[in-house]
């Protein structure tokens, strides 16, 4: 038996995710992702308009595919399993180095094209569309199948691969959510078929592996907004709220409950822009009737000086604090409105703990608290799944190898030690793994 796995990037950090299989002679590569902070950083200090894809190698801002030089012209398929940045936001920049389609969902797709018209940048490889819950054929040998997954962007896989082995299965990102507010539960009855059938190995998320206890739907987070929205005494004011552009289910909630208190509801921000007409474009939600969408600065400025404080609810960009974004520079007095204590600002969103976010979150409250505006923070649920999901995921899919990704040596290692409380495989079958190393399967 011939299955190789690199484990390229996503293993000692979180971000720049990818993972090489090799099975005989056929690589498959599982996501491609960038490492936000290291990108941003090389982007700024290049001060650039077209990165380099080598430039980007040497600042670990996207993963170090030369651990996988000499599988370079076996590669044949791509498959980012979410339209995550930390997913797939690196196959602009590498995906050219292979001679190979890059497979994906309809949503993944479409972020991914607005992304290469958006950077000016051309891909040789072609785009496949590959809806949740169905195959692809690759040859003989190797099916790919998605199934449908819940997290917090439409559209995520857990992939499939099936082979001669038995099942090669990526689970990276996902939750375990049974009562989602936009696309269907996790396909629990697909996972129960292929664990029957045979997982010879399992690669799968860790970054909540540490926490304790089930992650809560996507419903309790609609309900926290609600609580806020409906029943905070926000009518004197303004209301504002800041989440993550690509959490389409998110910002469904906020429009549904924007259209009980009767406030016109605008988006505002370019990367808002960006994924919900990614999202309209492949029919996930339409917003088109209920919400107005500006996306460039003079858009906004002009949007803001008409603005009725008490009739409206915006959704802006900058829950991070990100300089530039337009939270940032309406706080800073930069664009036609000013906050006030009759204000409300909801933070739909967690700190992601890097140094630059949090040092970037800091600066733009001390800002706020100026204003004298209410905020409200961490109206949120993660969209990762935690131990007691962890828990009831593998003792579904039952792997014969387990590979834990997506985190530091703590956070896989509490995969592990789930696993083996669990008495589901011996230890020398889980293997811990470091970003560019190699193991071949028992
Ligand atoms: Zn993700």
């Not at 099942?167 to 989602?180: A, E, G, H, Q, T």
Request: charged fraction near 25%.
């Amino acid at each position: 038996m011939t299955i190789e796995i690199c484990t390229v990037g996503g293993y000692d950090e979180i971000g720049r995710n990818m993972t090489a299989v090799k099975i005989d002679d056929d690589v498959i590569i599982f996501d491609m992702g960038l490492h936000m902070e290291n990108y941003i950083a090389s982007t700024e200090r290049e001060d650039v308009v077209k990165v380099s894809a080598d430039l980007l190698m040497e600042s670990n801002a996207v993963p170090d595919i030369s651990k996988i030089k000499d599988w370079m012209d076996k590669v044949r398929l791509i498959i980012p399993s979410h339209a995550h940045l930390d997913h797939a936001g690196a196959i602009p920049y590498l995906a050219n180095k292979f001679n190979c389609p890059v497979i994906c969902t309809p949503f993944t797709a479409a972020v991914l094209e607005t992304i290469l018209r958006d950077e000016k940048i051309r891909l040789k490889n072609k785009i496949l569309r590959l809806t949740t819950n169905s195959h692809y054929t690759l040859n003989k040998d190797i099916r790919i199948e998605f199934v449908s997954v819940t997290h917090s962007t439409p559209h995520t896989v857990i992939v499939a691969v099936h082979t001669r082995y038995g099942v090669i299965m990526y689970s990276n990102d996902f939750k375990l959510d049974n009562f989602p507010t936009l696309g269907k539960k996790p396909n629990y009855e697909k996972l129960k078929e292929l664990g029957d059938k045979g997982v010879a190995c399992l690669i799968t998320d860790s970054t909540n592996a540490g926490k304790l206890g089930k992650t809560p739907s996507e419903a309790t987070a609609k309900q926290m907004l609600k609580d806020i929205l409906l029943g905070a005494n926000l009518e004197k004011g303004l209301v504002v709220v800041t989440t993550f552009a690509s959490h389409i289910a998110r910002l469904k909630s906020i429009v549904e409950l924007g259209k009980e208190l009767n406030r016109k509801i605008y988006f505002l921000g370019r990367s808002l822009g960006k994924y919900v007409i990614a999202a309209q474009d492949v029919q996930v939600v339409d917003f088109r009737q209920d919400v107005k969408l500006d996306r460039y600065q003079r858009q906004i400025e002009k949007r803001l000086q008409k603005l009725q404080k008490t009739k409206s609810l915006l959704v802006v960009t900058g829950h991070q604090g990100e300089p530039g974004s337009v939270l940032d520079k309406i706080a800073r007095g930069n664009l036609n409105l000013s906050f006030n204590e009759n204000d409300s600002l909801i933070f739909s969103c967690k700190v992601i703990p890097t140094e630059t976010n949090r040092k970037n979150r800091e600066a733009l409250e001390a800002v706020l608290r100026k204003t004298g505006i209410r905020i409200f923070h961490d109206v949120h649920v993660s969209g990762h799944a935690a131990r007691e999901d962890i828990r009831d995921f593998l003792a579904l899919v039952r792997p014969r190898n387990l590979v834990p990704a997506h985190g530091d040596l703590e956070k896989r290692s509490s995969v592990k030690s789930l696993a083996l409380e669990m008495r589901l495989l011996p230890e020398k079958n889980i293997h811990l793994m470091n970003d560019g190393q190699r193991f071949r399967l028992a």
